[in-house]
């Protein structure tokens, strides 16, 4: 009754015309969903380890399995299942048939660690879950950046070469703040700007296929990766197909859970930015997504000390932080969301869904006492509760294109409402325009001359796509050794692979001048931290390079300049219920 209520009052308040036959399907398709969803007394006792308004105050919610009943959405295209690779726990499959080409699932978003601390370094998370940050532009953001993408790009388990690989990252990624400015808002600087990341099909999938990635020709993965090197056969399990890295889709519909319900897209919630929206419409009771869990020391999520233009730089908190799950502040222990789009979840006075432990846990509770005998170095590399997972609940109906929204609980909300009272814009917040906005506003690069008089906001500079590399090895860079201070100049070319972000780097713009009616540069282009020795211009070489395209100079954010590291942006991890997590404080 309340699913036919809400749909034909939906249907009105969009104007459709609704006559006798429409009418009747939505009332037969109400039934069909009511008797899906079961009785209002099952449901009721599906839900009884849940506070009404899913607030992490409920302390009653001690249980890690509740029993679900198994909702089947019979047009999801991605589940979570157990991997088809051995000594590795789960993994993405495809339901349907994927071209080569097609999107695996929606983007998302990436979350840049910068100068992290040594104890972060040798964590499961830098280990096996950090990309490079050369492949999405973040290379600019400090001294020391690690990527990391909690969706597709941290579930889906590894390929080591392309061709045994299904799905890659392709295209460029968005950054932007989305409508939430340092120059107004309280919320400036408290979620990632990168997003809209997304991974296609590198060649046809089946349906049943597991997705893997290819992470590029580094492993940065290295312990995952070197667990798929043990073995590429698939392992018979309790109805599983045999074929390589494959299972039937009945197996996956039966076993596996949905994980395409979540869609991106800008919040309705003021200083929020983005937030993940209802793709399909999701009963009471039925797994909105589940995800793994990835564990860190709360010391590790704390920025390193390091030296920027003379002077040292503060420690803070990493903006990872407001992605994390804890349970108390004193917890010790702090989790990692690993699941499309879940990361986009807002917190909200009324929430539609809750969190609780997957029935796919090891059914012995054991583990949530792990906290009393282990240290928290234990607890981070035990590989058995790093198979742990989440799954997020849905406590009421939630209608396609409604937004998602978690209760973050009562110390994350009296937090934030302090921060509101006290938050006022850092000095010269006027002054701040960001390189996106640079890119779409500037058609003209003025040169180094024009700067002086008429400069770029302090807090940009330029950056060309450039391959010194294919040039040396074209031979358009003068042969033999350069004298210190000599210059050379050579012709912009492009390749396949220039407009690749690790190909980004400072340029100062020297000249403009228009070659067969076209707007070309002249430009003295400069090494960056971090390339890779045959992109290095030698030292003391002058290396100019003309007949640059506008399309190839980008504006970039200086180091430590974009709002993650604003002083006064909000930090805090979302608290889950107690009871329902790993026991370790800091007393150990």
Known sequence: KSFRRHLIKSCQEMDWSLNFFSLFFLLILGKVVEAEGGTKTEQEGRQSCSAQDGTAEDSSCQQPHLPLKKYIFHDCRLYLAKSTVPNVNVGLFSSTRMRQGQPIAPPDI?????????????????????????????????????????????????????????????????????????????????????????????????????????????????????????????????????????????????????????????????????????????????????????????????????????????????????????????????????????????????????????????????YLEYGAILTPEEIIKNPRLNDLQLEYIAIREILPGEEIILHYGSGWVQDWQEHKKEWAPVANAQAYSPSYIMDDVAGLIRTEKEQATHPYPENTMTGCFYRYSTHEKSGGITAGKQQKGEATTVKWKMDRRTFEYDNLRPCNVMQRDEINGQVAYTAMIKNWQGLTRDEMIPKGEIHVVNSIPRQAIRFIDKMYSTDQHLPNSFRHSIQIPVGNYIRQTSKN
């Not at 080591?160 to 950054?175: E, K, L, S």
């Not at 099909?201 to 049943?208: N, T």
């Not at 920025?303 to 349970?327: D, P």
């Open 110 to 366: 990436i979350i840049q660690l910068t100068d992290y601390i040594t104890q972060l370094n040798n964590s499961p998370l830098i280990a096996d879950y950090s990309w490079d940050p050369y492949r999405f532009g973040g290379q600019f953001e400090a001294k020391n950046v690690a990527s990391i993408l909690p969706g597709v790009g941290s579930i889906a388990n590894a390929m080591t070469n392309f061709q045994d690989a299904n799905a890659i990252p392709f295209g460029a990624r968005d950054v932007d703040e989305a409508n939430v400015p340092r120059t107004t808002s309280a919320g400036a600087g408290s979620f990632t700007h990168y997003h809209n990341v997304t991974f296609f099909a590198s060649r046809d999938i089946e349906a049943g296929d597991e997705i893997f990635v290819y992470y590029g020709e580094k492993d940065w993965y290295h312990d995952r990766v070197e667990k798929i090197k043990k073995s590429h056969d698939a392992k018979d399990d309790g109805g599983k197909e045999s074929s390589t890295h494959g299972s039937s889709v009945d197996w996956l519909k039966d076993n596996g859970i949905c994980m395409d319900n979540l869609l991106p897209g800008k919040s309705r919630i003021k200083g929020a930015g983005r937030g993940a929206f209802a793709s399909r419409l999701l009963p009471k009771g039925s797994v909105v997504s589940s995800t793994p869990l990835v564990h860190l020391h709360r010391n590790a999520t704390k920025t390193k000390k390091v030296k920027h233009g003379g002077k040292n730089r503060k420690i803070g908190k990493q903006l990872l932080s407001n992605y994390l799950l804890e349970q108390a502040d004193d917890s010790s222990i702090l989790s990692l969301p690993l699941s499309p789009l879940v990361n986009l979840i807002n917190h909200g006075d009324e929430p539609n869904v809750r969190l609780q432990w997957s029935s796919s846990n090891p059914k012995d509770e054991t």
